[in-house]
């Protein structure tokens, strides 16, 4: 599952080309609407098309365009989506989304996306999702850019990059397991299981353990690993340990720097001791027997 510098990766990528784009064509599968959609495809459409995106926001694992007639498209990648940038081929735009010999199977949505002042080429934003449980929403008229209503958005704790000790102290004052917390995006948005296992291990604590066990010291050597882990994975444009991959199809290498994240079985880069794999709400969770206490 795309985590926070999954998206940021795609976000950083996609703003410079499609910021000021105007979205020109719009192709929506039955299976978008059936499946990732808030809205019946002509809604969408009289809100979208001709409208010009204004810019490309992150929040936690949440994907915002705003566009200049005040509505807000908002994609969230799920277990498998992905956003993918393409050229416009050189078929006529009606022809060019019949039968599948063009576009993935997989890809249920796609918005043409032309340069108003004429200079760039048109470019397609395909957002493709194998396993569908991605989102795409429309907010038609947004009152409030940070406080869009759309699910999981409004109630979005702190985002993990920007978030003070302070804050993340306070958060972590509770009976509830550490990488609970860490994955609770009410508290702390962006961090999903692989950000979680490895902040945990490069910080020494043991996923297990309650907030409240935490000295003030681990505490806050917790919340520096969250956060520097979170920017080694964006270093390294994202982990891609399933199908995650960036706006130009490419995979991301932080898998290759894991530490204890599907690394169960093999010796700990520390202390050479076994890494061991447990369950965790349900999580596969992964850390050293030795190094985190
Ligand atoms: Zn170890």
Redesign the pocket.
């Known amino acids: 599952m795309p985590e926070l510098p999954e998206v940021e990766t795609i976000v950083r990528d996609i703003r410079p080309a499609i910021m000021g784009r105007l979205i020109s064509g719009l192709v929506i599968r039955h299976t978008a609407f059936e499946h990732l959609m808030n809205t019946d495809p002509q809604t969408f459409y009289e809100h979208t098309v001709t409208q010009v995106i204004t810019t490309v926001l992150r929040k936690g694992k949440y994907i915002i365009l705003p566009l200049d007639n005040d509505a807000v498209i908002v994609l969230h990648l799920g277990m498998t989506g992905r956003i993918l940038l393409e050229d416009v081929p050189d078929v006529p735009f009606d022809d060019r989304f019949t039968g599948y010999d063009y576009v993935d199977k997989h890809t249920h949505f796609m918005m043409e996306l032309t340069d108003p002042a004429g200079e760039e080429d048109d470019v397609e934003l395909h957002f493709n999702d194998v396993r569908l449980f991605g989102h795409i929403w429309l907010v038609p008229d947004a009152e409030d850019i940070a406080n869009l209503p759309v699910p999981g958005l409004e109630s979005l704790g702190t985002d993990a990059l920007g978030i003070r000790l302070e804050e993340f102290v306070r958060i972590m004052s509770t009976k509830r397991k550490v990488k609970s917390v860490l994955l609770d995006q009410t508290k702390i948005a962006g961090v999903g299981n692989i950000y979680a296992d490895e902040a945990c ?1 490069s910080a020494g604590v043991h996923p297990t353990r309650t907030g409240e066990s935490l000295t003030k010291e681990e505490t806050a050597k917790l919340w520096f690993a969250v956060k520097t882990v979170l920017k080694e994975g964006l270093k390294y444009r994202g982990s891609s340990t399933s199908d995650y991959t960036d706006a130009s199809g490419e995979s991301g290498s932080f898998q290759e720097h894991h530490r204890v994240y599907q690394k169960t079985g093999t ?7 076994i ?1 061991e794999r447990t369950k965790l709400s349900g999580r596969a969770t992964h850390f ?5 206490r």
């Open positions: 291990f010796p700990c880069t520390e202390c050479g001791s890494i050293c027997p030795s190094c985190q």
